[in-house]
Nanobody, 122 residues
């Protein structure tokens, strides 16, 4: 299995910045996609940003130009640099990956972190 541990959430004023980190561990054979989703109360979970080897990062329209996703392939870590934060960015942010595990490399599965709260005050 794969475990994802997030860090870096918190409370910030509008216009401020935060960086989220997520480290994947476990019986990892390979990770194809890593990224971030978010879910606000009463709303559906939505993609924020994702990154796949060999392709440009993918961003939600609402965060383009403000958020940057990056990945350290050596230690299976993904980051989300969030700048110019807005109150509407307030949400629980979930780390995500699509990975293959040792002993079952023919199959890929989705894995999720526990979530980290980001609150942007106006």
């Amino acid at each position: 299995q794969v475990q994802l541990v997030e860090s870096g959430g918190g409370l910030v004023q509008a216009g401020g910045s935060l960086t989220l980190s997520c480290a994947a561990s476990g019986s990892i054979y390979s990770i194809r996609i890593m990224g971030w989703f978010r879910q606000a109360p009463g709303k559906q979970r939505e993609l924020v940003a994702s990154i796949t080897a060999g392709t440009p990062p993918n961003y939600a329209e609402s965060v383009k130009g403000r958020f940057t996703v990056s990945r350290n392939y050596a230690n299976n870590t993904v980051y989300l640099q969030m700048n110019t934060l807005k109150p509407e960015d307030t949400s629980v942010y979930y780390c995500y990956c699509n990975a293959r595990i040792q002993g079952r490399s023919w199959r890929s599965d989705d894995y999720w972190g526990q979530g980290t709260q980001v609150t942007v005050s106006s």
